[in-house]
C-alpha cells in the first residue's frame, strides 16, 4: 500500500464547477501536509498547506481528517487556469521529515 | 523569482557521455532532493542530503551520483548516460519538512 493516495483521475469539469479531490495517508504519526499544483511538464509548486482546522484560500479550501488520516482539497468556480495536476503531500517523521508525494490527480477544466 | 536554479534547462547527449546536473539554492536550506519524473507519471526521490557532507539514496534505485561540498550547491553526475536515463530532473530544498519543498525549474534529459 502507497504512503500517500489520490483519487485516479483525470477529473474533467466545465468552467465555474465545484471539484473535490481526496487523499488518504497511511502513517498516523506525520505532521505537516500540503497541496501542490503541477502544471504540464512543469516543476511542483506548493499550492497550499492544510491545516488541523482546515483552511482556505480565495476558491480553493483544504481539509485535514486526523482520526481518519484523510485530506481534501476543494475549488470552488473552477477556471481554465486550474487545469494541473493537483500533488498531495504529506511528511513523513519518522524519516526525517521527508515529503511523501501522491500520484497526483489531473484536472482538466473545459470552456 | 526563483531561489533554486537548475542548469541546464534542456540537455540532449549521446550514449556513454558523462553529464553533471547542477542545482543552487541561494536560501542557505540544510536540506535538498533530488527527484526523477517521467511525463504523465509520479516523482520518484534519487537522492538526499541534510548537509554538508551528507548524502543517501533515495526511493528509487539510481545509477546517479551526487555531492554536497557547499550548502548551496548539490549536483547530481551520471558517469556514463543511457537512453534509460531519458526523464526530468527536479531539484528541491527545504530548512524543514514542516514548511514543505521549494522545487527547480528542472532538467529536461534525453540520451540518444
Known amino acids: 500500500r502507497k504512503e500517500v493516495e489520490q483519487d485516479p483521475g483525470p477529473f474533467n469539469v466545465p468552467e465555474g464547477a465545484t471539484v473535490a479531490f481526496n487523499c488518504t495517508y497511511s502513517?498516523?504519526?506525520?505532521?505537516?501536509f500540503f497541496w501542490y499544483r503541477q502544471d504540464c511538464r512543469k516543476e511542483p509548486k506548493l499550492l497550499m498547506s492544510?491545516?488541523?482546522s482546515g483552511n482556505e484560500d480565495g476558491r480553493f479550501t483544504a481539509q485535514l481528517n486526523r482520526a481518519s488520516q484523510y485530506i481534501s482539497l476543494l475549488i470552488r468556480d473552477s477556471k481554465l487556469s486550474d487545469s494541473a495536476t493537483y500533488l498531495c503531500?504529506?511528511?513523513?517523521?519518522?524519516?526525517?521529515?521527508?515529503?511523501?508525494f501522491g500520484q497526483g490527480t489531473e484536472l482538466s477544466v473545459k470552456p | 523569482e526563483a531561489d533554486i536554479y537548475q542548469t541546464p534547462r534542456y540537455l540532449v547527449i549521446g550514449t556513454g557521455k558523462k553529464i553533471t546536473l547542477e542545482c543552487s539554492q541561494t536560501?542557505?536550506?540544510?536540506?535538498m532532493y533530488w527527484y526523477q519524473q517521467d511525463p504523465g507519471m509520479e516523482l520518484h526521490l534519487i537522492h538526499y542530503?541534510?548537509?554538508?557532507?551528507?548524502?543517501e539514496k533515495g526511493d528509487l534505485s539510481s545509477e546517479s551520483t551526487v555531492s554536497r561540498i557547499r550548502t548551496e550547491h548539490f549536483p547530481l553526475t551520471l558517469e556514463s548516460a543511457r537512453p534509460s536515463h531519458t526523464s526530468q530532473y527536479l531539484c528541491?530544498?527545504?530548512?524543514?519538512?514542516?514548511?514543505?519543498?521549494?522545487f527547480g525549474s528542472g532538467t529536461r534529459l534525453t540520451v540518444v
Open positions: 528541491a530544498s527545504t530548512p524543514d519538512g514542516n514548511y514543505g519543498y521549494t
Open positions: 502513517n498516523s504519526a506525520s505532521q505537516s
Open positions: 492544510v491545516y488541523s
Open positions: 503531500v504529506v511528511n513523513n517523521v519518522n524519516q526525517g521529515g521527508k515529503l511523501i
Open positions: 536560501m542557505g536550506h540544510d536540506k
Open positions: 542530503s541534510y548537509g554538508v557532507n551528507s548524502t
